[in-house]
């Protein structure tokens, strides 16, 4: 790799940790407005002519803004595993480039789970005390959304077992041969070193 190409690579890197960065900011930044807007006085009043306090508005909103967040945030993740993982592989080994890939879809998708499930969190608040009789169709409705993320992740948890198995087995099994090969010169260069005393020893 030259020169040039290693600082592309590592202004890659950092703009993407400081993208990624400011998003996590921005969330923990809007979550700690929440959480200075639920010490307002008034907040857990009801809603005029709804069943559902300004707290719960409140939270619904910024669980919205934060599952966006990630959902926005998850190809950064993504891609900031891959770039973690992908500078320790040997270059042009296609199995290591298979987990690395792997590794970061399996990022990738469980971040997508973890907005599914703020939003999730977020919205009962209000979707719960609105559906009334009908809050089981709430938790269908969002079970349904989870699946999607959830069947992802094992489909690429599925896929990363036999390469990453395969690796390991290499790693394992490849010093262990190499022991073995070394031990195995050793023991035939003292039978040679034996032989050759023999056979002088006859003269």
Do not use: C
């Amino acid at each position: 790799m030259s020169s040039n190409d290693s600082a592309i690579g590592a202004a890659l890197d950092r703009d993407t940790v400081r993208s990624t960065s400011k998003l996590l900011i921005g969330a923990l930044a809007i979550v700690g407005v929440l959480a200075v807007v639920t010490l307002l006085p008034g907040v857990d009043r009801l809603v005029p002519f709804a069943p559902v306090t300004f707290a719960a508005v409140a939270t619904a909103v910024v669980a919205l803004a934060v599952a966006g967040i990630l959902l926005y945030a998850a190809p950064k993740f993504a891609l900031l595993t891959r770039l973690a993982l992908g500078t320790s592989e040997a270059e042009g080994d296609a199995r290591a480039d298979r987990i690395v890939e792997n590794a970061g879809g399996v990022v990738h998708w469980l971040v997508v789970f973890g907005a599914v499930l703020v939003a999730y969190r977020g919205l009962a608040g209000v979707a719960v005390p609105v559906l009334d009789g009908a809050a089981w169709a709430y938790d269908a409705a969002f079970l349904f959304v989870a699946l999607v993320p959830v069947v992802f992740l094992v489909a690429r948890l599925t896929v990363t077992v036999d390469p990453l198995a395969e690796l390991v087995a290499d790693r394992v099994a490849g010093e262990a041969d190499a022991e073995s090969g070394a031990s195995d010169a050793t023991s035939t260069r003292t039978t040679s070193g034996d032989d050759a005393e023999g056979g002088d020893g006859g003269q």
